[in-house]
């Protein structure tokens, strides 16, 4: 059975920063590129950031480069996102899952099934 769960989440002012952590139930878990995604409201699941599945590279939207960063820790089936200078563009639900993809590709996801999720809202 495949689990993702989400912790982190919380309120912060514009500008802050958060860091977000994915525990996953997987097989496998070494073998997968891993990635996190966010929903904001009314709007659909995007790609946020991807770690390939040493940590060796790592894959980024634009709207968050250079502000975030993704690792894992692939003896502790873990993937953190760091979250700094956040601003009126991050506030959405952030999920965690297998991802495949490139950066000539779309990013998509291994996997249906979705975890809670980590509620990022940012204050002004």
């Known amino acids: 059975q495949v689990q993702f769960l989400e912790s982190g989440g919380g309120a912060v002012q514009a500008g802050g920063s958060l860091r977000l952590s994915c525990a996953a139930s997987?097989?496998?878990?070494?073998?997968?590129?891993m990635g996190w995604f966010h929903q904001a409201p009314g709007k659909d699941r995007e790609f946020v950031a991807a770690?390939?599945?040493?940590?060796?590279?790592?894959f980024y939207a634009d709207s968050v480069k250079g502000r975030f960063t993704i690792s894992r820790d692939n003896a502790k089936n873990m993937v953190y996102l760091q979250m700094s200078d956040l601003g009126p563009e991050d506030p959405a639900v952030y999920y965690c899952?297998?991802?495949?993809?490139?950066?000539?590709?779309?990013?998509?996801?291994?996997?249906?099934?979705w975890g809670q999720g980590a509620q990022v809202p940012v204050s002004s």
């Open positions: 899952n297998a991802a495949s993809g490139s950066s000539n590709l779309p990013w998509g996801t291994e996997y249906t099934a």
């Open positions: 997987m097989p496998d878990f070494n073998s997968y590129a």
């Open positions: 770690v390939s599945w040493n940590g060796g590279a790592t």
